[in-house]
């Protein structure tokens, strides 16, 4: 193999002088014709191009890493802010939602058990991009100094960001259903990356074999670029607000006095006997109910509660609270499920409503018929039990039960062994506080 | 400039910008958290029943009062006789009617046959919608006349039948246990508060002609919404 290079090597107009791959001084001095092949050389400029391109990809992932990054962190004071979706100006009109729900599921944060919110997957893209930034950077001042070693580890480490864009691309699709303009970016520029760095590597063209010391530099960028995420993560770890707040978000925001149904208007939603008794205040076609249902289900959190909900929609056609509707059809469902009581249509029809939330809300827009009729083709069972006095009278019952224990008029709340959980609780702080409350706190 | 020195030129802003940026985002973070007052009251309306604005307090009071005479307040038992709720309502007949006039969207007004306690199925449809239509009302209030023919002593127990009837039906078709504290009962027989004509235009269970006669075969039926 190495006889092989060799003679590439001779090929390309200079022979190997020494292990690194560069002509001795006095090969060069004992053939004065010897000149640099063009734009394939090692050595050579061109190789810089490419390095820059990585460099200004890695800076611009930096850019998108931090943006997210900052978001983050600016909603561990457990308030509310916009997130931001675009890098562009004027770029935000009709993104925030998918950025939220993006920055808000379970798969946005590791660690979220041991810490409020976790630490930001978007950190270690932080990180590794900075690191890129710096390798490239390096390299490309280095120019005809750097090795092709050197290049082959920046390309092995451009792999990584590439990986994990597949992946959360993909979660971001199966999982989550929505998109982040902002991870999209760093999808894009760590294709651009790795691309770079491949036409580095490419353009560079000392032999691998031929450098001694090429296990021990990419050791020492292996070395590096844990480094990095390491300090990172690190700084993270020790300026993560970790105040009275959150402990005082464990025992919960209020209790119920009344937790009881007489009127067996609780429904059955997620029933795990000898768990952590729970109960839910929901409407059917409230966005943050299902977001909320969601990411009780991806952190996997479902499974230690014994969960029933309390309907309460959020629709002036059966909520006197309500001057107007919030979620015009909430009725309608509520009713259907309530019909379905006791049978397993409950969860069917929930997991139905959620998944046509937008086009039910809509369709609702001047009067529930239309959702009623839908509700009926779906869901036969419920058709006789729609609309009639007795359904009507359990939505209303439903509806006095937050009333008799003076509930926010908000949806959705959850009750663990009667307490409530804070809204600031429901998101970024949900496995920390729930796990605690709970009682498996770590 | 050897090796080292430019790893480090470029290595360190690399490492340090976005350390100092994430200190530096975290840090406030943790200032705005402790600076935030949690023991401030949110500004979420709370789910509460229904005050609408027909509840003047003169009507409040005569719901009070009735409610109360009633057994649905606190009390052992259930229905207001006649003598009674003249004496918790004090009012004249006239006065105690209007005070329901406002209710004309609300209230319902089920009939009866001629000396009959029973509900026919236009009667127990109507019971049965003004029933669903509780919203955020407390109170149920069955108000049971009968026309003056025969005997007062008759009429009176007439109308507590046809008050019974209702009540009965609700029993029995919702098992609601909110049913014995929120339904009163008032008979008033034929000798407080009868209903004119104009009442005939309200919503009844029948849609034949209506006299004043027929319209005091009934119960007048409808929710309050007033926060007693």
């Given at each position: 193999?190495?006889r092989?290079?060799e003679?590439?090597?001779?090929?390309?107009?200079?022979?190997?002088?020494?292990?690194?791959?560069?002509?001795?001084?006095?090969?060069v001095?004992?053939?004065?014709?010897?000149?640099?092949?063009?734009?394939?050389?090692f050595?050579?400029?061109?190789?810089?191009?490419?390095?820059?391109?990585?460099?200004?990809?890695?800076?611009?992932?930096?850019?998108?890493a931090?943006?997210?990054?900052?978001?983050?962190?600016?909603?561990?004071?457990?308030?509310?802010?916009?997130?931001?979706?675009?890098?562009?100006?004027?770029?935000?009109?009709?993104?925030?939602?998918?950025?939220?729900?993006?920055?808000?599921?379970p798969?946005s944060?590791?660690?979220?058990?041991?810490?409020?919110?976790?630490?930001?997957?978007?950190?270690?893209?932080?990180?590794?991009?900075?690191?890129?930034?710096y390798?490239?950077?390096?390299?490309?001042?280095?120019?005809?100094?750097?090795?092709?070693?050197?290049?082959?580890?920046?390309?092995?480490?451009?792999?990584?960001?590439?990986?994990?864009?597949?992946?959360?691309?993909?979660?971001?699709?199966?999982?989550?259903?929505?998109?982040?303009?902002?991870?999209?970016?760093?999808?894009?520029?760590?294709?651009?990356?790795?691309?770079?760095?491949?036409?580095a590597?490419?353009?560079?063209?000392s032999?691998?074999?031929?450098?001694?010391?090429?296990?021990?530099?990419?050791?020492?960028?292996?070395?590096?670029?844990?480094?990095?995420?390491?300090?990172?993560?690190?700084?993270?770890?020790?300026?993560?607000?970790?105040?009275?707040?959150?402990?005082?978000?464990?025992?919960?925001?209020?209790?119920?006095?009344?937790?009881?149904?007489?009127?067996?208007?609780?429904?059955?939603?997620?029933?795990n006997?000898?768990?952590a008794?729970?109960?839910?205040?929901?409407?059917?076609l409230?966005?943050?109910?299902?977001?909320?249902?969601?990411?009780?289900?991806?952190?996997?959190?479902?499974?230690?509660?014994?969960?029933?909900?309390?309907?309460?929609?959020?629709?002036?056609e059966?909520?006197?609270?309500?001057?107007?509707?919030?979620?015009?059809?909430?009725?309608?469902?509520?009713?259907?499920?309530?019909?379905?009581?006791?049978?397993?249509d409950?969860?069917?029809?929930l997991?139905?409503?959620?998944?046509?939330?937008?086009?039910?809300?809509?369709?609702?827009?001047?009067?529930?018929?239309?959702?009623?009729?839908?509700?009926?083709?779906?869901f036969?069972?419920v058709?006789?039990?729609?609309?009639?006095?007795?359904?009507?009278?359990?939505?209303?019952?439903?509806?006095?039960?937050?009333?008799?224990?003076?509930?926010?008029?908000?949806?959705?709340?959850?009750?663990?062994?009667?307490?409530?959980?804070?809204?600031?609780?429901?998101?970024?702080?949900l496995?920390?506080?729930?796990?605690?409350?709970?009682?498996?706190?770590? | 400039?050897?090796?080292?020195?430019?790893?480090?030129?470029?290595?360190?802003?690399?490492?340090?910008?976005?350390?100092?940026?994430?200190?530096?985002?975290?840090?406030?973070?943790?200032?705005?958290?402790?600076?935030?007052?949690?023991?401030?009251?949110?500004?979420?309306?709370?789910?509460?029943?229904?005050?609408?604005?027909?509840?003047?307090?003169?009507?409040?009071?005569?719901?009070?009062?009735?409610?109360?005479?009633?057994?649905?307040?606190?009390?052992?038992?259930?229905?207001?006789?006649?003598?009674?709720?003249?004496?918790?309502?004090?009012?004249?007949?006239?006065?105690?009617?209007?005070?329901?006039?406002?209710?004309?969207?609300r209230?319902?007004?089920?009939?009866?046959?001629?000396?009959?306690?029973?509900?026919?199925?236009?009667?127990?449809?109507?019971?049965?919608?003004?029933?669903?239509?509780?919203?955020?009302?407390?109170?149920?209030?069955?108000v049971?006349?009968?026309?003056?023919?025969?005997?007062?002593?008759?009429?009176?127990?007439?109308?507590?039948?046809?008050?019974?009837?209702?009540?009965?039906?609700?029993?029995?078709?919702?098992?609601?246990?909110?049913?014995?504290?929120?339904?009163?009962?008032?008979?008033?027989?034929?000798?407080?508060?009868?209903?004119?004509?104009?009442?005939?235009?309200?919503?009844?269970?029948?849609?034949?002609?209506?006299?004043?006669?027929?319209?005091?075969?009934?119960?007048?039926?409808?929710?309050?919404?007033?926060?007693?």
């Amino acid at each position: 193999m190495a006889r092989k290079w060799e003679e590439l090597a001779e090929d390309d107009g200079y022979s190997l002088g020494d292990a690194d791959g560069f002509p001795d001084a006095a090969d060069v001095e004992a053939d004065v014709d010897y000149e640099p092949p063009i734009n394939t050389g090692f050595g050579q400029k061109p190789v810089r191009i490419p390095l820059v391109l990585v460099l200004l990809a890695a800076l611009g992932g930096a850019m998108f890493a931090a943006t997210s990054t900052a978001d983050f962190a600016a909603h561990l004071d457990r308030q509310v802010h916009s997130v931001t979706c675009s890098v562009m100006p004027g770029g935000e009109a009709g993104m925030e939602n998918g950025c939220k729900v993006v920055m808000m599921s379970p798969y946005s944060s590791w660690f979220r058990t041991d810490y409020w919110g976790g630490i930001p997957i978007s950190l270690f893209a932080l990180a590794v991009f900075c690191f890129l930034a710096y390798r490239a950077a390096h390299l490309a001042w280095k120019g005809g100094e750097a090795t092709r070693a050197e290049t082959g580890f920046l390309l092995a480490a451009t792999v990584l960001p590439v990986v994990m864009s597949v992946g959360y691309g993909y979660i971001s699709y199966s999982e989550v259903g929505a998109l982040c303009t902002v991870c999209a970016g760093i999808y894009v520029v760590s294709g651009l990356t790795f691309v770079g760095a491949l036409a580095a590597f490419v353009m560079s063209s000392s032999p691998p074999m031929g450098d001694p010391d090429g296990a021990r530099r990419f050791g020492v960028g292996v070395l590096e670029g844990v480094g990095f995420v390491v300090v990172l993560t690190m700084v993270w770890l020790v300026f993560i607000p970790q105040t009275e707040a959150n402990e005082r978000g464990v025992s919960g925001c209020g209790t119920l006095v009344q937790p009881e149904d007489p009127a067996g208007i609780m429904l059955d939603i997620g029933r795990n006997p000898g768990k952590a008794a729970s109960i839910e205040l929901l409407d059917p076609l409230c966005p943050a109910c299902k977001a909320f249902d969601g990411r009780l289900h991806e952190s996997g959190l479902d499974k230690t509660l014994d969960l029933r909900a309390v309907l309460f929609p959020l629709d002036a056609e059966c909520n006197w609270m309500l001057t107007e509707s919030l979620h015009p059809g909430a009725c309608a469902v509520s009713e259907a499920m309530l019909c379905a009581n006791g049978q397993s249509d409950v969860r069917a029809i929930l997991q139905w409503a959620f998944e046509n939330q937008a086009a039910l809300l809509e369709a609702a827009k001047d009067g529930d018929g239309p959702v009623r009729s839908q509700i009926k083709a779906a869901f036969p069972a419920v058709g006789g039990c729609l609309g009639t006095p007795v359904a009507r009278n359990r939505v209303v019952k439903s509806l006095r039960w937050a009333v008799a224990n003076a509930l926010p008029v908000m949806t959705p709340q959850l009750f663990v062994k009667g307490n409530r959980l804070c809204d600031e609780d429901t998101d970024l702080g949900l496995e920390y506080t729930l796990t605690r409350m709970v009682g498996g706190a770590k | 400039m050897n090796d080292i020195m430019r790893r480090a030129i470029v290595g360190v802003p690399a490492l340090l910008v976005p350390l100092l940026m994430v200190s530096s985002w975290l840090g406030a973070a943790e200032s705005r958290l402790n600076a935030a007052d949690y023991t401030a009251e949110e500004e979420v309306a709370i789910a509460s029943v229904s005050e609408d604005a027909y509840c003047t307090p003169k009507l409040k009071a005569i719901v009070r009062r009735v409610a109360t005479a009633c057994g649905l307040v606190g009390a052992s038992g259930r229905g207001c006789q006649p003598a009674v709720a003249k004496n918790v309502a004090q009012l004249t007949d006239d006065e105690f009617n209007a005070l329901f006039r406002p209710l004309e969207k609300r209230a319902h007004i089920v009939q009866f046959d001629a000396d009959s306690v029973d509900l026919d199925p236009s009667g127990v449809r109507t019971v049965e919608t003004a029933w669903a239509a509780q919203q955020g009302a407390s109170f149920f209030f069955v108000v049971a006349r009968a026309s003056p023919d025969g005997k007062t002593e008759h009429n009176e127990k007439l109308s507590a039948g046809r008050a019974r009837s209702v009540l009965g039906h609700l029993e029995q078709k919702f098992r609601d246990p909110d049913i014995a504290k929120q339904v009163g009962l008032l008979w008033l027989g034929e000798d407080f508060a009868q209903l004119g004509e104009e009442f005939c235009g309200w919503q009844r269970s029948r849609t034949e002609e209506c006299t004043e006669k027929e319209i005091n075969r009934s119960a007048f039926v409808a929710w309050i919404d007033c926060a007693i």
